[in-house]
């Protein structure tokens, strides 16, 4: 059974810095698709970054790039988001999600439908 845990989530002015974890279990595949995706109250979910397990390839969302870095850790099956220079309207709750045992091609931060397996979230909030 595939479990994802996120961690790292908390309270932060502008400009400051978070690094948010997802632990996988329950899956011995090395190539994934492991992503970060987050909603914020009233607002429809949407991707952040995207990491392809298998290469190292990454995808981010505009609005994110050169402030988050996703980066793995495949012998821990584990995902980081590096996120600095935060801002209020990253202010939301973020969620890992993961597609096991797949293509780089199936990899996309621009939809979150094709993932089947989600963390039950970790909250971030930035102040300004």
């Known amino acids: 059974q595939v479990q994802l845990v996120e961690s790292g989530g908390g309270s932060v002015q502008a400009g400051g810095s978070l690094r948010l974890s997802c632990v996988g279990s329950?899956?011995?595949?090395?190539?994934?698709?492991m992503g970060w995706f987050r909603q914020a109250p009233g607002k429809e979910r949407e991707g952040v970054a995207v990491?392809?397990?298998?290469?190292?390839?990454?995808y981010y969302a505009d609005s994110v790039k050169g402030r988050f870095t996703i980066s793995q850790d495949n012998a821990k099956n584990t995902v980081y988001l590096q996120m600095n220079s935060l801002k209020p309207e990253d202010t939301a709750m973020y969620y890992c999600?993961?597609?096991?045992?797949?293509?780089?091609?199936?990899?996309?931060?621009?939809?979150?439908?094709?993932?089947?397996?989600w963390g039950q979230g970790t909250q971030v909030t930035v102040s300004s």
């Open positions: 999600a993961a597609v096991i045992g797949t293509w780089r091609t199936v990899c996309t931060v621009s939809a979150s439908g094709g993932y089947n397996y």
């Open positions: 329950g899956y011995t595949h090395s190539s994934n698709c």
């Open positions: 990491i392809y397990t298998g290469d190292d390839n990454t």
